[in-house]
Every structure is written in structure tokens, then in C-alpha cells.
């Protein structure tokens, strides 16, 4: 068989495969677009804030292999992620900011590995939340979700999860709240 000829075979098994890739994702987008409802981004006092955090990924709460395509956080990169007293926001290098109402969040958590990446143990920090299913898409329902990120330092994944236990769990001001690492 001549190089043009192999050439050509390649070719009619990689189109389709390319192809069937692309139409794969872009229905994975317009199923995934309905779970995130338009919340404005938070914009209340600020708890803290992570410069140039590296997002993962976003993946349904059961099922840490399976990407979920939400608009914002469908791509891996850096990320600035901001906590506030009514939400999260999260902003993706090249992408519009997401805003997560203070709400939805459910907690926050560490694992070593999600669809894109894998880490020494505890390595990845989770932000858990419940999306919103939009209105304008009959029979959408509202999802469990985990938003992952890795941080440069331990200290950061810490601070990460002092802050955003601050939004999941309501407490009384009077009452002193404390964070341990089972807790983190």
C-alpha cells in the first residue's frame, strides 16, 4: 500500500471520528447550557480571593468522570475565584465569569482525582454546589455538582475551605466557628 493511499484511509477513519467528536460535544453543551440558571455575579463583601487557580473541571456530584459543560466552566485553565457573603464567583481565563449564590453551595472538599487530572492524595480542592435549572427549559432539573481546583499551596486549599464553609454552613456570629483539616 503507497503513502497516498494510507493517507487516505487515515483520513476517512479520522473525519468521522473528529466529526462524531464535535457534535458529541456540542450536544453535551446545549443539554448541560439548561442546569445553569442566569444568577448575577455576587458582588458582596469579600471573604477572600484565589489569584490564578487552576480549574479543573466541573463534574456531576455522582460521577467524577463525567464532565459536565456548563457556559464558563466548560474549559480547563486558570481561574480567579473569588468568595463573597452571597457567592462564588469563578472566572476562567477566556471565559465569562460564573456566579454561584451563596444558596447553592453546598461545601467544599479535596480529592486526588477528576476527569482531566489526577494528583497526589488531596490534591484537588472541590467546591459542591447545586446548579439551577433555568426556567425557560421545561423538565430541567436542578443538579448536585463539584467544581474542582488546584491550588499552588496547601495553605491556599485551606483558606479555600475556611471560606466557603463560611457560605455552606449558617452559623451564629456569636458563636465562634471552628475549622479542622477532617473538615477541609
Known amino acids: 500500500m503507497n503513502t497516498y493511499a494510507l493517507a487516505l484511509v487515515f483520513g476517512a477513519l479520522a473525519i468521522p471520528a473528529l466529526g462524531g467528536m464535535w457534535f458529541a460535544w456540542r450536544a453535551r453543551a446545549r443539554r448541560d447550557a439548561a442546569l445553569l440558571d442566569e444568577t448575577p ?17 466541573t463534574t456531576l456530584a455522582d460521577a467524577p468522570l463525567e464532565r459536565v459543560a456548563l457556559p464558563g466552566l466548560r474549559y480547563k485553565g486558570d481561574a480567579d475565584v473569588e468568595v463573597h457573603r452571597d457567592g462564588v464567583v ?9 456566579g454561584i449564590a451563596a444558596g447553592r453551595i453546598i461545601g467544599s472538599g ?16 472541590l467546591l459542591r454546589w447545586r446548579t439551577g435549572a433555568s426556567a425557560s427549559t421545561p423538565g430541567a432539573e436542578a443538579r448536585d455538582v463539584e467544581s474542582s481546583f488546584r491550588f499552588n499551596d496547601p495553605a491556599e486549599q485551606l483558606r479555600f475551605a475556611t471560606a466557603v464553609a ?12 471552628h475549622t479542622t483539616q477532617e473538615d477541609a
Open 41 to 57: 455575579v455576587p458582588a458582596g463583601e469579600l471573604i477572600a480571593s484565589f489569584s490564578g487557580a487552576g480549574y479543573v473541571s
Open 90 to 98: 469563578i472566572s476562567v481565563t477566556g471565559e465569562r465569569p460564573v
Open 110 to 125: 479535596t480529592t486526588n482525582a477528576r476527569i482531566g487530572k489526577a494528583v497526589e492524595r488531596d490534591g484537588l480542592s
Open 166 to 177: 463560611e457560605l455552606a454552613e449558617p452559623h451564629d456570629p456569636t458563636t465562634p466557628h
